[in-house]
Every structure is written in structure tokens, then in C-alpha cells.
């Protein structure tokens, strides 16, 4: 009895001092069992030192959850984020010429926003028995593109539920990751759902808030060579260890190490639902408002979804002292269309009022055919991790998206850029990181409605510089400051895109400034 | 009326000591369907006008009516799980085990079966449907029937956690109520596997696999070298007491651990 006793209170105190009591039962199972095979006490002792740690986890927070026994691992993890957030973008100085009124944008003219906001983002991703794992998150926002929630913007009577100071109008839950998968093939992950982006992305091309649907395969594997170096055959040098001789081996030197990770992302997103593939009688027909300029009045609205198919491989060398470069070439291609994004895209027209230019299709994806070329380097400055990252792009099909927009000759604005450098990092408490870049994206480049809209209010057609400093108050909570100038590039054209922040088209200049506190757990 | 009043009141003693002297047991198949009736012939030999109320429907069965306070003791083939320390903590219950006896879970074969031995690996295999052809195990060939515990067995769970790193069984597999079916169906089928406690290993048609080279015995479960040991319970809502207490005695007793081996379990001692 003395001896279970103090075994129990040996465990209690090692067991229950600290740690997750689920698991640390486990452990007490494991020391119990080799207590009773070192015959220091009974397997009727173990059984009743068992029976009381069961207890008292069962008592504990961690023992009243209940898991499904498939579930080998589960996480919970989140952030919210309070930000300050300014947006302002220029009227052009050609046509329309006119005084600012309803429908018409004056000359020079900024619109400007200011909102305070805050962001929810609450996830569980575990992973199951035979390979399989799966993720959720829970998000503020229903927006694709943002998570935000400005304070204060539901008041109106006429908001969801009936509005008024500090109502919960635009406080929903939205399921912003839904997504299962397997590993249970070597290198090989696949995953299908509403999921994280699989692909190596940069800002120019995805809103990292943008969570695509559909499937995604992918495959990585590891080269590891070595070159040179090692010990040198047995030196004539001696030492004593023990009072007996050894012979001292001596290195010629640090062998060369390259470790290579090859990978290949594939996805097939669903892009667009088309609702019903057979409808009832005749099909739809494209009105006139929505295809007004593009040639396509009276004809027949598409009843096949659109699919986003991505294919890339990719490579990241790393070499010693933290060396490494990245490089992650990709094809976009989008096949059918969808009923919703089937007119052709026209992007604004500076000719146009600034009513009319917005009212021209923003979102439309005829014609694009993307080639993509992200890229980083990075290395080590004594401690402080130091990189430059970049991008290109190009649409192959941008003379024809040209010319369904209406300019024929500009075909050549297919191209998009990025190119910037970064200084630090933010991983635990003191961190600090420092990035700039420089971005341009031609009008007739990319999918408009993929772009981070924190740049540029996710326009194209603009160009400009963005930068983001960032401090670790603590290894969870980050302050940040964030800032970006553009200009539109192609004068003769609009800014497209769907507005976010900004009703104008073309923006001639944009600004946009944040202050961000966030807390990650 | 003196004598009228005073047979009323012999009755109501009488009747009070039957009460008394009845014990409600409940849970494990694999102890009740034979071990635990025979403790009891034994015990009501040495105890006369004690009855038993007992009922092998499963270890789960068996927990749960301590839990709910339905019977003195509960027959257990496995460990409680903490969410039912829990809920027993939660009604002023106190789940206290008590090893009875060792038990060996042996893997059963058609007796016409040419497979002498499999490894852990293989026994994983078989039951979570990995493989499905007595080929793949070095078998004469021919489609796996896999036999099952139903979920509500100790057995059932102490053979996913000892034998198949906690994965689910083959979804074909056949859940059947107690270890004498499981037995009698792998007697008939020739393309049978199954387990069953060591008590039930003597059925007609069967035979019992040694796994990497153990076979399930007294020796071999008592210094735990055969790997699908376990011990089994009985629970009991704390210290027991009364008859409870009597007749656990009895069970660990020399008396009782003899009929224990002679059951073809395992004796604690």
C-alpha cells in the first residue's frame, strides 16, 4: 500500500504539474507498466495507481473532452486582428472633365475611407488514422477576399437584424477552410474541400485570404547531396580519454551539403457553378446591360461551370549557412465559363463617366491563359535572416482579352511584376521583419478577381511600391504597419477590377495605409 | 394474534434476508459466459440460500451498471475509459478494479488452415482488411472471413488496442455476440480468423495461431510474453462490501483462482 502511495504521488506530481492530462495518463501507463515489469509493484497496484490518475484526468479540463478515437491529433489555432485602415484613391485628369456630382468624378479628386476593423479566424485542423487529416476555420467576414469587419458600418436601420449602435449585423461566422485529405502515399498529399492555397503564391496573384475550392495534388521529395569534406584517414596525433591512447581523428573540412526539394502542385478548383446545366425550356440569354460593350447581347448565357486548373513544379535549394532559392514556375488555365463570369471582361474605360467606366464587366475570365513565375532568395546577414522575392507573369491569351475588351491594339499589356526585398523575421517575442517591394500588373495580365486587394484595391492596370514593418510584442501578439502608393500604368485604360474600397475608374493614384495588432494562438 | 403478528414478522426477515443474500453481477462476456457462473455454483455451495443475478452482455454493460448503480459488480474484459471514470465521478461513483484473472486474447483459425504462426504485422493486417486473401499471409489462398466482438465487447477494444494500434476493423468484418460464436463460426469457415479468450480455444474446428512465436498459455500471458495478455476486472463502486466482498474474496481466493484455471483462464497467482 506504501508503495502504491507513492507511486501515485510520484506520478501525480510529474503528470498533472504541467501538460496535456490525456496524454500524460498515457505516459503514467507506459512508467506503470515498466514498474510492474521491474517487479517494484503488483499489476493489482498498477491497475488501482491507473484507476486513480484516469480519475483525476477525467476531472481535469483536458479529460472532459471527448474524442473520436480516429482522431490521432487535433489543433486549435486562430488569430484576431484589430486594425486601423486607411484607403484613398485620385480621379484622373482626362475625360470625363467635369465637377464632382452624382455619377461624375471631378478632377484630382481623392475619395477617402477610414475604418477601424477587426478580424476572427478561429481553425482545427487534426490529422486521423490511415493517413487521413483534415482542417477547419471559422472566419469573420463572408468576403473572399477579407475577413475584416468594420466597426460601427451596421447601424443603418435598414442593416441585417435591424442595425443601431454596435449591432451584430455584420458579425457572422462564415466557414472560410473545409477540407479533408490523405498522405498515405509517399510524398503524395492530396486534398479536396474549401481549403489553404496549395500552390506557392505571391501577393500579385492570390489573396492569401482566398481559400479555392476544389482538389489539389501534391507531391514533394527531398534530395540530399553531399560533396567533399569529412575525416581524413587516421592522423598521427594522440590524446588520452580514460588513460587509454586513441588516435584523434582530424577533418579535412565541412563537407558541402545541398539539400534539394523538388515538388509539383496540381489543382482543379471549381471557379464557377453553373446553375442548372439544363434548365427548363431555353436557356438564358446575356442581357443586354451586362454585355452592352462586348459584342455579346443575345447570346447564350453558358451552362457549364468554369474550372481554375493549375499545374506547377517547383524547386527550393538550400545550401549551407541558410542559403536558399526558391523558384516555382506555374500554368493558370481556366476552362468553362460559369453563368456568372462568362461576359467578357472590359476593365473601365477613362472615356467613359466614372459611372459608366464601373459599370463596364470587372470580373469576366475570357482569355486568360497564365504563365507564373514566383521566386525567393534568401540568407543569413550574421543572425538576421535577410531575402529577395519577385514575380512575373504573363497571360498568353492577352490579345485576345484585349481586343474582346474593346482595345484591340493593346494586347501587349500582358504582363505583371514584382520584385522586392525583406529583412527579418516574426517568430517569437522581439522578432522584427521589414519588407519592400515594387509591383506592377499590365490591365489584360490576370484574373482581377484573385489579386490581393490590400494592394491597389486589387485593380490592374496600376503599379507602385508597398511596404509592411512588423514587431513581436510577444511571440503571439504582432504589431504592424503596412503602406502602399500606386499608379495606374496604361493611361489610355481603366483600373479593373471589382472596387473593394475605392467607386472609382480609373484610379489615377491609390494609397492605403494599415495598423495592425494581431494575436496568434 | 401474538402468533399471527409474530409470523408477519418472520416473514418480513425472512424476505429481508433473501434480499440480502442476492448478488447482481453484469458486464463481460468473455468472464460471465462461463467463469463467473461456475465462482458462483462454487460460492453458493459454500454460502447456501445466496442467489446471483448475473448477466454477460458485455464489459460496456458491466461499467455502466456501476455507473448507474444497477449492480454490485461489474465483469470487465478491459480498462474503464476515463469518460466513464468520468461520469461515474460525476454521480459520487468511485471505480475501483480488481484483477481476477489474466486472460490471453488468442487468434483463431479454421483448424484445416495451413498457417501455423503470424506475426503482429499480419494479425494487424487481416483484421483492419489490409490484406483479404490468406495468400498474402502465406495461406493456401482463398478470401478472409474476419469475425468480430460486437462494439460493446472489452474484448472488441482490448483487441484494436493490443493487436491493431487502435484501427478501425475491416469493414466486412462480421460482429458476433460472444467468443462462442466467434468460435463456432470460425470452426465452419475455412477462410476463417477470429479472437477469442483463452477459455474458448477448445472449440471443435479451430486453432489457435502463435503470434511471432507465442502461444497464448498460463506461462506465457502470467510473464506477459505472449503480447495480447491482458488482465480482467471486476469493478466495483469502491471498497466493496457485503456479499460483493465475499465473493471477490472467494474469486482471488486459491479456491476461486483454481476454478479460474480451470475455466482456461489465466490465475493471478
Known amino acids: ?521 | 394474534m401474538k402468533t399471527k403478528l409474530a409470523t408477519i414478522i418472520a416473514l418480513t426477515f425472512v424476505s429481508a434476508e433473501a434480499h440480502a443474500d442476492r448478488l447482481v453481477i453484469k458486464g463481460s462476456d468473455t468472464l460471465g459466459a462461463k467463469l463467473v457462473p461456475q465462482l458462483a455454483e462454487q460460492f453458493k455451495s459454500q454460502h447456501p440460500g445466496t442467489t446471483f443475478d448475473i448477466a454477460a452482455e458485455g464489459s460496456t454493460t458491466g461499467i455502466a451498471a456501476i455507473i448507474d448503480g444497477t449492480a454490485e459488480i461489474g465483469m470487465s474484459s478491459r480498462r474503464a475509459k476515463s469518460s466513464e471514470v468520468g461520469a461515474a465521478s460525476a454521480k459520487g461513483r468511485n471505480m475501483k478494479p480488481t484483477i481476477v484473472a489474466y486472460d490471453g486474447i488468442a487468434v483463431i483459425v479454421n483448424a484445416k488452415n495451413p498457417i501455423k504462426n503470424l506475426t503482429r504485422k499480419q494479425v494487424e493486417q487481416i483484421f483492419t482488411g489490409d490484406v483479404t486473401d490468406w495468400s498474402a499471409v502465406g495461406g493456401a489462398g482463398g478470401k478472409i472471413s474476419v469475425y468480430t466482438r460486437n462494439t460493446s465487447s472489452g474484448t472488441y477494444s482490448d483487441f484494436k488496442e493490443l493487436a491493431m494500434k487502435k484501427r478501425d476493423y475491416a469493414g466486412s468484418s462480421q460482429k458476433m455476440a460472444g467468443n462462442e460464436q466467434i468460435a463456432a463460426e470460425v470452426g465452419r469457415n475455412p477462410n476463417g480468423a477470429g479472437y477469442v479468450g483463452m477459455a474458448y480455444t477448445k472449440a471443435g474446428g479451430v486453432k489457435v495461431m502463435s503470434i511471432d512465436g507465442a502461444t497464448p498459455s498460463i506461462k506465457s500471458v502470467q510473464d506477459h510474453s505472449y503480447p495480447y495478455w491482458r488482465p480482467t476486472f471486476y469493478y466495483t463502486n469502491g471498497e466493496p462490501s457485503g456479499l460483493a466482498r465475499q465473493f471477490l474474496d472467494f474469486t482471488i481466493s486459491p479456491g476461486g483462482q483454481k476454478i479460474v484455471a480451470q475455466v482456461g483462464f489465466v490465475p493471478i497467482k
Open chain 1, 1 to 521: 500500500m506504501l508503495t502504491k502511495r507513492f507511486v501515485l504521488i510520484v506520478l501525480a506530481a510529474a503528470f498533472f504539474g504541467g501538460g496535456t492530462g490525456s496524454i500524460r495518463a498515457q505516459d503514467a501507463g507506459a512508467l506503470l507498466d515498466l514498474l510492474v515489469k521491474k517487479k517494484i509493484i503488483t499489476d493489482q497496484e498498477a491497475e488501482e495507481v491507473r484507476a486513480e490518475l484516469t480519475k483525476e484526468v477525467s476531472t481535469t479540463s483536458a479529460g472532459k473532452w471527448k474524442l473520436s478515437t480516429p482522431i490521432t491529433e487535433l489543433e486549435l489555432y486562430g488569430d484576431i486582428r484589430l486594425r486601423y485602415q486607411y484607403n484613398g484613391g485620385r480621379t484622373a485628369d482626362g475625360t470625363p472633365v467635369g465637377a464632382p456630382g452624382p455619377g461624375v468624378a471631378g478632377v484630382h479628386d481623392w475619395q477617402e475611407r477610414e475604418r477601424e476593423r477587426y478580424r476572427l479566424r478561429l481553425g482545427l485542423r487534426g490529422t486521423l488514422a490511415d493517413d487521413w487529416f483534415f482542417g477547419i476555420r471559422l472566419e469573420t467576414s463572408a468576403s473572399e477576399r477579407s475577413g475584416n469587419v468594420t466597426f460601427g458600418d451596421d447601424s443603418s436601420p435598414s442593416s441585417p437584424g435591424g442595425g443601431g449602435p454596435f449591432a451584430k449585423g455584420n458579425d457572422g461566422i462564415n466557414v472560410g477552410q473545409a477540407y479533408l485529405g490523405y498522405k498515405g502515399f509517399k510524398d503524395i498529399t492530396l486534398t479536396g474541400g474549401k481549403m489553404p492555397n496549395p500552390l506557392v503564391t505571391t501577393l500579385m496573384l492570390w489573396d492569401p485570404d482566398i481559400n479555392p475550392e476544389g482538389l489539389a495534388e501534391q507531391w514533394k521529395h527531398t534530395f540530399n547531396f553531399t560533396f567533399g569534406g569529412g575525416e581524413s584517414e587516421a592522423a598521427p596525433t594522440y590524446s588520452k580519454e580514460g588513460g587509454k591512447e586513441v588516435v584523434a581523428k582530424q577533418a579535412t573540412g565541412e563537407p558541402f551539403k545541398l539539400k534539394i526539394d523538388v515538388f509539383a502542385n496540381f489543382a482543379q478548383f471549381v471557379y464557377d457553378d453553373s446553375n442548372p446545366e439544363n434548365p427548363l425550356g431555353q436557356r438564358a440569354l446575356v442581357s443586354s446591360s451586362a454585355g452592352s460593350a462586348t459584342q455579346q447581347n443575345g447570346q447564350l448565357i453558358p451552362h457549364t461551370d468554369a474550372f481554375l486548373l493549375a499545374w506547377q513544379v517547383g524547386a527550393r535549394f538550400t545550401f549551407p549557412k541558410n542559403i536558399y532559392a526558391q523558384i516555382a514556375p506555374t500554368i493558370y488555365n481556366y476552362t468553362g465559363n460559369g453563368d456568372t463570369f462568362n461576359i467578357h471582361y472590359q476593365g473601365g474605360d477613362p472615356t467613359l463617366t466614372n459611372s459608366a467606366s464601373l459599370a463596364q464587366n470587372q470580373t469576366g475570365i475570357n482569355s486568360l491563359l497564365v504563365f507564373d513565375m514566383p521566386w525567393e532568395i534568401g540568407w543569413k546577414l550574421g543572425e538576421i535572416p535577410m531575402r529577395l522575392f519577385g514575380d512575373f507573369a504573363v497571360n498568353l491569351e492577352a490579345d485576345d482579352r484585349a481586343a474582346a475588351a474593346g482595345h484591340p491594339g493593346k494586347g501587349d499589356q500582358r504582363y505583371a511584376y514584382q520584385i522586392g526585398a525583406g529583412i527579418g523575421q516574426l517568430k517569437v517575442k522581439h522578432d522584427w521583419q521589414i519588407d519592400v517591394w515594387y509591383q506592377h500588373s499590365d490591365q489584360y495580365a490576370l484574373d482581377p478577381n484573385l489579386v490581393d486587394d490590400d494592394i491597389f484595391d486589387g485593380r490592374l492596370n496600376m503599379h507602385g511600391i508597398g511596404v509592411r514593418a512588423g514587431y513581436a510584442l510577444s511571440d503571439a501578439v504582432i504589431f504592424s504597419l503596412s503602406y502602399n502608393y500606386g499608379w495606374r500604368a496604361d493611361d489610355a485604360l481603366g483600373t479593373g477590377g471589382t472596387p473593394i474600397a475605392i467607386g472609382i475608374n480609373p484610379i489615377d493614384q491609390y494609397q492605403w495605409f494599415v495598423a495592425d495588432l494581431n494575436i496568434r494562438f
